[in-house]
């Protein structure tokens, strides 16, 4: 079996992400930064199994990214759009045309002619949504304002790649000989033939996907047949990227917008459902073909220059962002988050710098040294998040809020503390509020005290794990306190402070998972409240109800299992870093289950006369 041959390939991309994936996802890398390093020692640069650079596989992974834009084009309605046209004109529309202009300006002051300073400047401008959208993802951040400015900065992106293809032809240069590889369609056609070429496309597939696509659709969903709708939708991506390919557009562009014209389809959440295996699939191959078409040797040769374009250009842009998201208003933290996630160049780049090659627009070396400076920002950006992360966010996150803004002065001497004010915490205070308990509460988030204060709950902006804060808030007086930070770590801070300090408070903690009880126990916590516990057993609760049980019986139920859940948890704790921790959770499991059986069955023999009769479990 040669190394070309098609098992071959398929066997070594397939161990690269089953062995240095999980290997990332352990030592908290994040899996694309797990596909890259793969891709790079498999490339020709370590062991060399992948022939040609990994250019071949590059043509096939970049439909991974293909059907990534089509999904993201199934979530967004026109009306969703239309509600988010501030921050995707304004901040993604500023991004774009104040870095475009920026390079564009300092290529033009090295040498370079305007007309490929341009392209140069509107192709590095961009970022890449699939690193980013994976990475914020996967931390759980797409829902925080750095998260959803990053998404409205690259929806724009995405988007802007469409003039930006319509534009190159009119760049290049009288009497450019355009290579033959491009398309067929727009091949030898004048620069004002092959824009509209383009633009015919673009209306004809949102006027297709709206009359054409449907219909079928419809049809092929009366047969019935699963495996003949999955075939339908890949198909639908297929010809997209087809169409698009053949008029010199992005194939990834053309399936963002069919995404977006079926997205009030009501066959959309089908076509999510069939497309997703294949494009988690797809796009982990892109990435290890990233890693693996970086020019190391390239590298070597001109390593002066390559650094420093890598450099220049990933300060540049992140000086843009972060300027934008003081603009935008983003919180220093926030925009720390939002610039360190987008200096990279994105993967519409590869199809970009390849398009202006064969327009005649930009000379080989510069297309072949640009690709090799795309690849390693994309690279190098998983590595940037994770040194934000572990070093700087911990010392200038938190801290650079405190400096932009006092803690508040506090004159009141209350029982109870509320360190933490968000979802979690803000139930507590309200509960207590409306009992009559008077509460002093303290929060790290500056945006959502005032807010709140807004709302008219009273919230002292301040770091609960300092002692002169705790102080200041009463702890001398105060009997009790509910730790309920946002993260982990924090709330352990604030227990450590405590429990030096002020002994006599008596701590109710906020966990988020059975770790982080562990963990509290462990720094000698009594009581613990996990987060999602009570609301899972009344969904549960609610539920058996639902099917015909009495509500005594449920909810009677439900109190045993959380009770024998604590009474476990604590057990448990000895066995967390044990080989035996999941035969000892089999147990418990098996046990918790006998023992609510045998109750439910007790109950009904002694048909108890409990309320909600109305509801009671129908018998034969």
Not at 189 to 203: F, K, S
Not at 309 to 317: D, F, N, R
Not at 363 to 380: G, H, N, P, Q, R
Request: net charge neutral.
């Amino acid at each position: 079996m040669t190394n070309e041959s098609f098992f071959y390939q398929a066997l070594v991309y397939l161990a690269t992400m089953v062995v240095f994936v999980p290997l990332a996802k352990k030592l908290n890398l994040g899996s694309v930064l797990g596909y890259l390093i793969g891709g790079i020692i498999i490339g020709p640069a370590i062991l060399g199994l992948i022939g040609h650079g990994g250019e071949d596989l590059m043509h096939f992974a970049e439909f991974g990214v293909v059907m990534m834009l089509f999904l993201i084009g199934l979530e967004l309605e026109p009306s969703l759009l239309w509600k988010l046209r501030a921050p995707i004109l304004g901040l993604g529309g500023l991004q774009v045309t104040v870095t475009a202009l920026v390079i564009t300006g300092l290529a033009i002051l090295f040498g370079l002619p305007w007309n490929q300073a341009l392209v140069i400047g509107m192709i590095l401008s961009l970022s890449s949504t699939a690193i980013v959208l994976q990475m914020l993802g996967e931390k759980g951040q797409m829902g925080s304002a750095a998260g959803q400015s990053a998404f409205s900065v690259l929806l724009f992106q995405d988007i802007a790649v469409i003039p930006m293809l319509a534009i190159f032809p009119l760049l290049a240069p009288q009497g450019a000989a355009v290579s033959e590889e491009t398309t067929s369609l727009i091949a030898g056609q004048p620069a004002w033939a092959r824009t509209l070429i383009v633009l015919g496309a673009v209306t004809g597939l949102v006027i297709g996907g709206r009359y054409v696509v449907k219909p079928i659709l419809h049809i092929v969903a009366r047969t019935r047949l699963r495996e003949l709708f999955t075939a339908s939708a890949l198909l639908l991506v297929v010809a997209i990227a087809v169409l698009m390919t053949l008029v010199g557009l992005s194939p990834a562009l053309g399936a963002f917008l069919g995404g977006v014209v079926l997205a009030n389809s009501e066959y959309r959440h089908e076509l999510e459902s069939d497309i997703e295996p294949f494009k988690g699939l797809l796009l982990g191959l892109f990435f290890i073909g990233v890693g693996a078409t970086i020019d190391f040797n390239l590298i070597v040769e001109h390593p002066m220059l390559i650094t420093g374009l890598v450099a220049g250009i990933m300060t540049l842009k992140f000086a843009v962002l972060l300027g934008l998201g003081k603009i935008f208003r983003l919180s220093r933290e926030q925009n720390l988050l939002f610039s360190f996630a987008l200096p990279q160049v994105g993967e519409f780049a590869f199809v970009l710098f390849s398009f202006a090659g064969g327009a005649a627009l930009l000379e080989k070396d510069i297309v072949s040294t640009m690709m090799a400076v795309v690849a390693i920002t994309m690279a190098l950006t998983p590595l940037l998040m994770l040194v934000f992360e572990k070093w700087i966010q911990p010392r200038l996150g938190s801290a650079a809020d405190q400096a932009d803004r006092e803690p508040d002065q506090m004159d009141e001497r209350n029982p109870v503390i509320i360190a933490g004010f968000d979802h979690f915490g803000t139930v507590v205070g309200r509960f207590l509020r409306a009992s009559g308990v008077k509460t002093t509460v303290l929060d790290l988030d500056s945006d959502r005290v005032d807010l709140l204060r807004k709302m008219g709950l009273k919230v002292y902006y301040g770091d609960a794990s300092r002692t002169d804060m705790l102080k200041s808030a009463g702890a001398e007086q105060a009997r009790v306190i509910v730790i309920a930070m946002a993260t982990p770590e924090k709330n352990r801070e604030v227990v450590a402070t405590v429990k030096k300090n002020y002994p006599h408070l008596q701590m109710l903690v906020r966990a988020t998972d059975n770790n982080d009880a562990f963990d509290l126990m462990n720094d000698g916590v009594l009581r613990i409240y996990r987060e999602t516990v009570d609301t899972s057993l009344r969904m549960a609760s609610d539920v058996l109800e639902m099917l015909g049980r009495r509500a005594y019986q449920s909810q009677r139920a439900a109190r045993m299992f959380r009770r024998f859940d604590e009474r476990s948890l604590k057990g448990l704790s000895a066995y967390r870093d044990d080989k035996q921790y999941v035969n000892v959770m089999r147990e418990r499991i098996e046990e918790l289950q006998k023992l609510i059986q045998a109750d439910a069955y007790t109950n009904m023999m002694i048909r108890d006369a409990g309320w909600d009769r109305e509801n009671a479990e129908e018998r034969n």
